[in-house]
């Protein structure tokens, strides 16, 4: 290798390699070639890092210049760890080849832990206290997370188990380590206003395993703000922003040149680059990343404002944002500098809606509601990360019953990491992690706190505490895992086994299995809050503990294959044999044409509160997971089911029922919408006139306010049913007989009318 080195450098310097090669012959002319030309030579980049010492140990000349120089260790230490090139300045003084020993021992160190955790934590989650090799271990971080990343990035399906843990000790170390910056930069002094900054450490915190920083996302608004001032440009030459260099705080006080700055905005960013307010997939994490709203080019008002105010800023217009309740805004001052001002002498940008210009008045028509002028004021960064972090939260609880509560267990991390004595969500991040089985040690000195901070909370508090110590101490007597066997006669539904490569008929991930139980044997609260009784043969089937691509970990229920084969084959049917399900696609389906109610049954299947997606709306389309989600409201009462998960079952099939009645999604049937299903109901039959119609159902909504409400004053009003009133309604009716989907044509399924 070697010599293949020196003849590439004799190409190089042919009158050199001339004149030594009658002198000396082979290997031994290297020694008489000039330093520079032997850096070169050792710098080729077919030589590694053992290479590199062999040759050092040759003669003095050559240790010497292999130690001496920075050049050849710095070369052996890009190629090693490249992307770790951009943690040094040019002009930093560096020992190449200590840091290449210093990055080799971590890496060696970070091996040897992540080896360890298989053997340590195979039949747990890692605990609290399992971190504490990694923030125990001497060196600069960034080597031990860039050695992590090399397992990651290894080839193929190659150390699965490595992976796996490498994974789940990346998270916890960047998450760490983003979560000290954000505390730190909450401490910043109220005037320091960088809004990016606290949304992309946000960004950072739920995406740890991403590769965002504040510098390439303020590089990419850079290039915005380029096409901005490119667009300025041609609006007015002359504009002072064209002179701002980047980094400059000036602003620019004339209101017709920030006009000028603002209508440049609005071109590139709307009409140019496409950015637009996210309404048809409002409620994803994915619009409130900072990063992901540059990519897509999309967001919710929130998101969308944090980028229109940091780009106008740049270019001196002094926008401020303003918590308006339901749609973030950012103001724009109209008014004479140092005058007082109210909220008449702002115009409020709408950058979810391509950057509209509102007034007040039209600020409250956007929410259909009047607010008192303290909601148009400004707002710090605090507050702004604050709604920004809500936003997630909410989300986290809506997350899927299959999924790992991740997001919210981030979005708690941060809110109190502002609000750390928050006690209403510091008992709900005790309650999940109680719930999710995990860190029960934590689980206790969060309790403890509470407790400090609030003594009511203290029969909460105590029935945590009391589960919580059983936990520990049943994990204590643990003495082994009993082995089960699927051989066994009491196991025969068990059709797979623990290393099959599984993928979910439902949802789509790929996972492997580790482990089963015949029955679930989740606790009562689990099974409920996951909708087991939903599916065939609710929770008397057997259940998987899977590893799932991603590295969570699922427990995941067996379900007949065959239901699942002939629901997906009705589904094909009904789609045309396309991989989604539109509106359209139920015109051809013959029971559905003589159903009076048709365009309520088709409309159900699209309700976003029934695909459990958001509290209103409705799809454009359904995919499978879609569908099997609606088709689990008719999924017969079982027989093994007890009393509680059958009212929860009959609790779900009335809830369908009651959002078909309830059109506008307010969570209210009123006279007008119980009106128009008794019209649609009623209009095939001839000898019933409209006004029939409307005194039945008028009749009906009496006879409800008098089942719900009892006795009603003279001058009092009763505004329609409530969820809780249509249960009452329904209470004593036999649900099972009244509901089936005969249009679906399934045998495997209640039909439901």
């Known amino acids: 290798m070697a010599a293949a080195a020196v003849d590439s450098a ?65 070369e052996q230490f890009r190629v090693r760890w490249p992307s770790l090139m951009k943690h ?68 193929g399906r190659k150390a699965l188990t490595w992976k796996y843990y490498a994974k789940k000790i990346l998270y916890y170390l960047r998450q760490q380590k983003i979560l000290n910056n954000l505390k730190a930069f909450l401490q910043q002094p109220d005037d320091y206003e960088s809004y990016l900054e606290g949304a992309v450490y946000i960004d950072q915190y739920c995406n740890p395993l991403s590769d965002i920083s504040l510098k390439d996302i303020q590089a990419q608004i850079d290039s915005i703000v380029e096409l901005v001032c490119k667009t300025l440009r041609g609006i007015n030459s002359r504009h002072p922003s064209l002179a701002f260099k980047a980094g400059e705080s000036s602003m620019i006080m004339e209101i017709e040149l920030q006009s000028q700055v603002l209508d440049a905005m609005n071109y590139v960013l709307y009409d140019q680059l496409k950015f637009k307010g996210n309404r048809m997939d409002y409620y994803n994490a994915l619009n409130l990343y900072m990063h992901q709203v540059l990519i897509r080019r999309t967001g919710i008002p929130i998101s969308m404002s944090l980028l229109y105010l940091t780009i106008a800023r740049q270019l001196g217009v002094p926008l401020e944002p303003v918590n308006f309740p339901s749609h973030f805004l950012l103001r724009w001052c109209q008014g004479a500098e140092g005058a007082t ?22 600020c409250e ?10 909601l148009y004021g400004v707002v710090n960064v605090k507050k702004v990360l604050q709604r920004m972090v809500g936003n997630l939260l909410s989300l986290g609880k809506r997350e899927g019953i299959d999924q790992s509560y991740q997001l919210l267990r981030d979005s708690l991390d941060l809110y109190l990491a502002m609000y750390p004595d928050q006690v209403q969500l510091l008992l709900l991040q005790a309650r999940l992690y109680f719930h999710l089985g995990i860190w029960p040690e934590k689980v206790l000195d969060i309790l403890q706190h509470i407790q400090t901070l609030d003594p009511g909370q203290h029969g909460a508090v105590g029935y945590l505490v009391q589960h919580t110590l059983e936990h520990i101490e049943r994990k204590k007597e643990e003495v082994g895992v009993e082995v089960k066997l699927r051989s066994d006669e009491k196991h025969r539904d068990v059709c ?37 009784h939903s599916l065939p043969h609710g929770h008397h089937q057997p259940f998987y503990n899977v590893l799932v691509e991603d590295g969570s970990c699922r427990y995941a229920a067996q379900v007949s294959s065959d239901q699942i084969e002939q629901l997906h084959r009705r589904f094909k049917q009904l789609s045309g044999d396309q991989p989604t399900i539109r509106k359209e696609n139920f015109n051809n389906v013959p029971d559905l044409e003589l159903n009076p109610i048709r365009s309520k049954i088709v409309r159900a299947f699209f309700d976003n509160r029934n695909l459990r997606k958001g509290p209103s709306g409705l799809a454009d389309e359904i995919n499978f997971e879609d569908f099997l989600t609606i ?32 059109s506008d999604s307010d969570g209210r049937i009123t006279l007008e919408e119980y009106r128009n299903v008794v019209e649609e109901l009623l209009s095939g039959n001839p000898h019933i006139e409209k006004e029939s119609a409307r005194s039945i159902a008028d009749g009906a909504m009496m006879e409800a306010a008098s089942v719900c409400m009892g006795q009603m004053e003279p001058d009092q009003v009763y505004e329609g049913i409530t969820f809780e009133d249509f249960l009452k309604i329904w209470q004593g009716i036999d649900i099972e007989t009244k509901m089936h989907v005969r249009f679906l044509n399934m045998e495997t399924m209640a039909l439901c009318h």
């Open 496 to 532: 797979y086994s623990i290393g099959l490569i599984m993928k979910h008929k439902r949802y789509g991930y790929n996972c492997v299995i580790y482990g089963w139980d015949p029955t679930c044997m989740m606790g009562h609260e689990w099974i409920r809050n996951m909708n087991v």
């Open 10 to 74: 004799m190409e190089v310097v042919p009158a050199l390699a001339e004149e030594a090669a009658p002198e000396v012959a082979g290997l031994s002319c290297l020694v008489n070639l000039p330093g520079e030309v032997l850096e070169y030579i050792l710098c080729c980049g077919s030589l590694t890092a053992a290479d590199i010492g062999r040759v050092s140990s040759t003669c003095r000349r050559l240790r010497e210049l292999c130690q001496s120089s920075g050049k050849v260790w710095k």
């Open 341 to 362: 001002l109210d909220i008449f002498d702002y115009i409020y940008i709408d950058a979810f809606g391509k950057g509209k210009q509102l007034t007040v008045k039209e």
């Open 365 to 374: 028509y956007l929410i259909g509601q009047h607010v008192t002028a303290a």
């Open 631 to 662: 088709m689990s409201y008719f999924r017969p009462i079982d027989t093994t089911m007890d009393e509680e998960q059958v009212e929860l079952s009959r609790k779900e099939k009335l809830r369908f029922l009651f959002h078909m009645y309830d």
């Open 88 to 155: 040094y300045s040019p002009t930093d003084y560096v020992n190449w080849l200590e840091e290449y020993k210093v990055r080799q021992k971590a890496g060696l160190e970070a091996r040897k832990i992540v080896a360890s955790f298989s053997k340590r934590f195979f039949s747990e989650h890692v605990p609290c206290n399992g971190f504490s090799d990694i923030e125990n271990l001497e060196g600069p971080e960034i080597f031990f997370e860039d050695e992590l990343v090399c397992i990651l990035n290894m080839e």
